[in-house]
């Protein structure tokens, strides 16, 4: 039996420590506040999954710090992020090491110190953009390898959704000032919390050999209200080593919510949808001759989650030596972060150059 120590008892602490507990997992769910230990076990658990389960243990996650357990997972807000797995590789080494996305802020404080210990601690770290290992993803993937779109002119990646549904979820915060969310510099705002629609452009790139980004040309609407001051939107425009070119947007404002990615081929396009409906993905592909071919897959929300405990269970069998949800890949999704509000500030294109490490000076 594996087990998992959770840092962090909130919205995605509570939705691990629910899927390692489907597969059987011993989980120790910590934070730093009673109070969000005590809401798990009365509210948010028992509300999403039917009741909770007395086999979780809840502690203080200063006191849990260093215990040890196959895999750590941090899900806490991004600023603490690259402290906390720093301070764990210290204390210990696990067989992974989980943080949740973004892995930071757009400083980039510590990312190339959180990748050296990795290495030298050979600990495999991942950062938590799980759309990677979504069905509909790996459905994608086969498409695209098959030649079916033939060779890729493009990719757009969507990440639009209005933030009130995370507000939902955290009924105890007054509004996008009384947490990291609205706050870019800690990691909120559009280009941090909506950056799955970053990384899976990154994703596709990589997976059709276009190779990593390079350039990034980024118009932000910043806003600065009531004590907060956040990114609302995000478009970007994006060149990869290989010379592919697309864009990406993200932000908090789109209502219904727009998840998806475009990649055009020059025989054929390829579309990939998450919540599709409530309870599906979908992609859809064509070259435009016949009718489009559908794939709906339907999951949970639930399924998400356990689609990645599956995928660290695979890992620590040595199954996958190579993850899509690698700390590479999440370091990478945080460069292109910093890359869109330095160009943003200087009103002009940057280029990343990956010669000098994730930090700030690779950026120009
Ligand atoms: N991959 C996904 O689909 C997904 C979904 C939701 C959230 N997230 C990410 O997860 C992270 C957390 O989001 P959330 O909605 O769960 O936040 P949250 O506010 O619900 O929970 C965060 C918890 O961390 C605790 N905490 C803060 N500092 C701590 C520390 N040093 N040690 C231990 N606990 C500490 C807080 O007390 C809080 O209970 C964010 O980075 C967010 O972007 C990812």
């Not at 210290?90 to 290495?119: F, H, N, R, T």
């Not at 549904?165 to 909120?188: C, E, V």
């Not at 993905?281 to 639930?302: H, N, W, Y």
């Not at 695979?314 to 890359?339: D, F, K, N, Q, Y």
């Amino acid at each position: 039996m594996h087990s998992i120590r959770i840092v962090g008892a909130g919205s995605i602490g509570n939705h691990l420590a629910h899927a390692a507990r489907r597969r059987g997992w011993k989980v120790v769910l910590t934070d730093i506040d009673d109070a969000a230990l005590q809401r798990s076990r009365s509210d948010i658990y028992p509300a999403r999954y039917g009741a909770w389960d007395s086999e979780i243990e809840l502690k203080d996650a200063r006191a849990a710090a260093g215990d040890p357990a196959d895999v750590v997972f941090i899900g806490t807000p991004p600023d603490s992020h690259v402290p906390l797995a720093l301070e764990t590789l210290e204390k210990m080494s696990p067989q992974v090491l989980l943080i949740e996305k973004p892995l930071g802020c757009p400083d980039l404080a510590g990312c190339e110190m959180l990748a050296k210990q990795a290495e030298d601690k050979n600990v495999f770290c991942a950062v938590g953009y799980n759309h990677c290992l979504g069905a509909n993803t790996v459905k994608a993937e086969q498409v695209l390898a098959s030649g079916q779109i033939g060779q890729l002119q493009t990719i757009t990646a969507h990440t639009r959704e209005h933030w009130r549904g995370i507000f939902n979820a955290h009924p105890w915060l007054s509004g996008p000032s009384d947490s990291y969310l609205g706050f870019s510099s800690r990691g909120g705002g559009a280009c941090g919390e909506h950056s799955h629609a970053i990384n899976i452009w990154q994703h596709f790139a990589h997976a059709a050999g276009a190779g990593r980004v390079s350039d990034v040309s980024a118009t932000l609407d910043l806003i600065t209200r009531d004590g907060a001051d956040y990114d609302q939107a995000a478009y970007m425009t994006l060149r990869t080593t290989e010379g592919l070119v697309g864009d990406v947007v993200q932000d908090v404002v789109t209502s219904p919510h727009e998840k998806s990615a475009r990649l055009q081929g020059d025989r054929g396009f390829l579309e990939w949808h998450v919540n599709h409906t409530a309870s599906s993905d979908m992609i859809e592909f064509g070259d435009g001759s016949s009718p489009a071919e559908q794939v709906v897959l339907e999951k949970t929300r639930p399924d998400d989650f356990i689609a990645e405990i599956d995928h660290l269970a695979e890992i620590m069998a040595g199954r996958i030596t190579s993850s899509p949800i690698s700390l590479e890949r999440g370091l990478e999704t945080m460069m292109v972060i910093s890359a869109a509000f330095r160009s943003h500030a200087l009103g002009r294109r940057v280029t990343i150059d990956w010669d000098r490490g994730y930090c700030p000076e690779a950026i120009n």
